[in-house]
């Protein structure tokens, strides 16, 4: 228990959006993903998830770790088309209507809330991305649907404190996921193997150093350094730890950073590769649509899901 109370003292949560959504049109999406961590609530309706379609019940939460992809039907009707991730965002207002909650709380039709949020172990490892956990159902949990709830209730206010109300809220959705976790004995495997980051200062080190030079060289030279090991040997140490290698890590950590300056500032393309470490802006762009699916300029223009 010790060691998963240091887990949860080592992860940075931060709260990131959240909608209430009426289904207007039932769909199925057969690749469907968030960059982010998003959690489900089902209020009413039809809900399905996987290549089994397992059924999530009213009052039930469905979580899907940031860039896990997964078969999405939401809506019970029998007239509901397959579609691809982008055809549903491209025409996603046809298929959800935001609504307040009251009137979720009013209503019989298929309705259901999203929140989304990040979870970083010392603020640089996405901490459920990194145990490799699929998408599962939360069953039997009112505290974590009570939860949610709360967090779609403050969302509708303007009172003093608001952010930090999410932001605590946000973090005991967290802590009640992992207990969650922990209490129905889901994933102990992954959490045991993935999360070895924990036990080594020095990877830690390397983590802090990836993030605060991230445009700038970081080669396995450097890293070797930095761990204070051989070149020869970091990259080995590196994979045994975390399980991938230092060079996809840290392009991993270039692209997720290239998303955020792309959400949230008015910078070229080029600038933006420039700054998180890509000299060749053809080759950045590359990289980018081959790891998310989209070009980075409409990766810029095109809102998520949960962002109706």
């Known amino acids: 228990m010790e060691y998963y109370n240091k887990v949860i003292e080592s992860v940075n949560v931060r709260f990131l959006r ?3 959504y009426k289904v207007e049109k039932p769909a199925t999406i057969i690749d469907y993903e968030e960059a982010d961590n998003t959690l489900i609530l089902l209020h009413h309706g039809t809900l399905k998830f996987g290549e089994d379609q397992e059924l999530v019940n009213e009052g039930e939460a469905l979580f899907l770790p940031g860039g896990r992809k997964t078969k999405l039907t939401i809506g019970g009707s029998s007239k509901k088309s397959e579609i691809s991730k982008d055809q549903f965002q491209e025409n996603k207002k046809k298929h959800l209507q ?5 009137d979720i709380k009013n209503s019989e039709e298929d309705c259901i809330s999203i929140v989304g949020f990040e979870s970083k172990v010392f603020d640089v490892v996405n901490f459920f991305n990194s145990l490799d956990i699929p998408p599962f159902i939360i069953r039997f949990n009112d505290r974590l649907a009570t939860i949610v709830e709360d967090l779609m209730k403050e969302l509708e206010l303007t009172a003093v ?3 930090r109300v999410l932001k605590a809220q946000t973090e005991l959705l ?11 004995r889901l ?19 390397l983590f802090n150093f990836i993030k605060l030079n991230i445009g700038g060289d970081l080669s396995n030279k450097v890293l070797a350094k930095v761990a204070n090991v051989s070149e020869d040997y970091v990259g080995q140490y590196f994979k045994m730890l975390t399980g991938i290698n230092p060079q996809d890590y840290i392009e991993y950590q270039r692209m997720e950073a290239a998303v955020e300056l792309l959400r949230t500032s008015k910078k070229s393309i080029r600038d933006i590769g420039k700054d998180v470490g890509y000299k060749d802006t053809a080759y950045f762009c590359r990289r980018f649509k081959m790891m998310y699916g989209v070009p980075a300029g409409k990766m810029r223009r095109r809102e998520s899901l949960i962002n109706v």
């Open 98 to 102: 935001s609504i307040s909650f009251k």
């Open 187 to 205: 994933f102990l495997e992954e959490l045991s193997t993935n999360s070895t980051y924990f036990k080594d200062p020095r990877l830690i080190d």
């Open 18 to 20: 959240g909608n209430n």
């Open 161 to 163: 404190g608001k952010e």
């Open 174 to 184: 967290v802590i009640e996921l992992l207990r969650h976790i922990l209490k129905n």
